[in-house]
């Protein structure tokens, strides 16, 4: 691969490195974790400020609001804020589609609030890596596709989407249908820790156990009393106990709440699990589990259980086409001297959900760094110029049509 071609937008991004840093860290000093609507809309606010160079039209997207199961068994609604969608040349031929998320897993009233430099390349900090960086990756990388000659070739739509730590329950309608119109994805989620990109991921599926019983006094009538403690526990040691019946399923109890005066037996108990998956089919077994668990558990006199959830991320298996465009990569990281390796994850993020639309993604191409979702997180500070460069000749060779035409299926086709 000739990068005299691209020299000039390549040495632009490596002159942004310190305003690159500076956005990140105006970014992670805002607090914008999932649910603090305000904390987000300010994020959206300077991504909006950073985008203008972009000429592109915006356009903030209100959201359904979430529905959600609270600690009493009862249903009810929360605003996940709005989105943010950009868009440039939609008359191309080719279109991709590009996302990053806003939230971060750090609530308002988290400590980890602070930016401090651990060493002259790492800045620990919420969110740095997961995922400020990588948005300001992403925005750096248009802007050069935007200044250079090639700008036009490639049609884009940029989405931010704030729920994303929460698994997307609102942003998903919003991203999957913009994956119907692209002919691939690129998501900015961070490299995995050892700076490998993400090939394979597991599905996930969150769900909510809601278990009534029958409350009486402890004392004087436990006897006509249903423990809707002790049952849901009956309940969640079974379900515990299919980790490792079935390869690549693994489900995670995380979270109970229940019961109330010592003297009085728990009629309501509500608890919270994850279960991820390697299969598709691994969905319609874990159903077939949970259906002849809650069976037995609502057989029983005085309980009643309801599960509430699913699945909202289906297993990122790798496709042809994706192996294509990973190959792509691998010669981009060639040219610029950056290793490109790829691993499978556990973990799962937006990228399954674009893949599961038929169209090859990359989800990791955002900052390298490690320890994210905890007060250790942190950002190797010059993977932002590493990675924007990366990404931006990935867009130069896309634009120029380096990659096989069979990866460009026919958008009406779909």
């Known amino acids: 691969m000739n990068l005299s071609a691209y020299q000039t937008e390549l040495d632009w991004i490596t002159s942004q490195q310190q305003a690159m840093l500076h956005a990140t860290s105006e970014l992670a000093l805002i607090n914008s974790g999932s649910m603090n609507v305000q904390g987000i809309e300010r994020v959206g606010d300077r991504l909006l400020q950073y985008s203008a160079p972009l000429d592109a039209e915006q356009k903030r997207i209100d959201l359904p609001p979430l529905e959600e199961i609270n600690d009493r068994g009862e249903l009810h609604n929360r605003s996940v804020g709005a989105a943010i969608r950009l868009r440039k040349h939609p008359q191309a031929e080719r279109q991709i589609l590009l996302c990053g998320h806003m939230d971060t897993v750090f609530a308002?009233?988290?400590?980890?609030?602070?930016?401090?430099?651990?060493?002259?390349?790492?800045?620990?900090?919420?969110?740095?890596?997961?995922?400020?960086?990588?948005?300001?990756?992403?925005i750096h990388a248009l802007i050069a596709l935007e200044r250079s000659a090639l700008a036009g070739k490639l049609g884009w739509t940029l989405i931010f989407n704030p729920d994303e730590e929460i698994g997307s329950p609102c942003s998903d309608i919003l991203i999957t249908d913009a994956a119907k119109h692209a002919q691939l994805g690129l998501v900015f989620e961070p490299a995995l820790p050892d700076g490998s990109f993400a090939g394979e991921r597991k599905g996930s599926g969150n769900f909510t156990l809601v278990m009534r019983g029958r409350a009486a006094h402890a004392g004087r009538d436990i006897g006509s009393g249903r423990n809707a403690i002790r049952a849901l526990c009956d309940f969640i040691s079974a379900l515990d106990n299919l980790n490792g019946q079935r390869e690549g399923v693994t489900i995670n109890p995380a979270r109970f709440n229940g019961g109330g005066p010592l003297n009085q037996v728990p009629d309501l108990a509500v608890a919270r699990f994850n279960v991820r998956t390697r299969k598709k089919e691994d969905e319609h077994w874990i159903?077939?589990?949970?259906n002849a668990l809650s069976a037995e558990i609502n057989a029983r006199d005085g309980l009643s259980l309801r599960i509430h959830g699913g699945f909202s991320r289906p297993p990122k298996q790798l496709t042809p086409a994706a192996h294509e465009l990973a190959a792509l990569l691998a010669e981009c990281g060639s040219a610029l001297d950056i290793p490109v390796h790829w691993s499978a994850t556990g973990g799962c993020c937006d990228g399954n959900n674009i893949a599961a639309q038929g169209i090859p993604v990359i989800d990791t191409l955002g900052a390298e760094g490690g320890c994210i979702h905890s007060s250790e997180e942190f950002l190797i500070v010059d993977s932002l110029n590493r990675r924007a460069r990366l990404t931006a000749l990935l867009l130069f060779s896309l634009a120029e049509g380096q990659l096989d035409y069979q990866l460009w299926p026919q958008l009406t086709s779909r």
């Open 287 to 290: 159903q077939q589990q949970l």
């Open 108 to 138: 308002p009233d988290s400590p980890f609030q602070e930016l401090t430099w651990l060493d002259a390349n790492r800045l620990n900090g919420p969110g740095v890596t997961d995922m400020k960086g990588g948005l300001v990756i992403m």
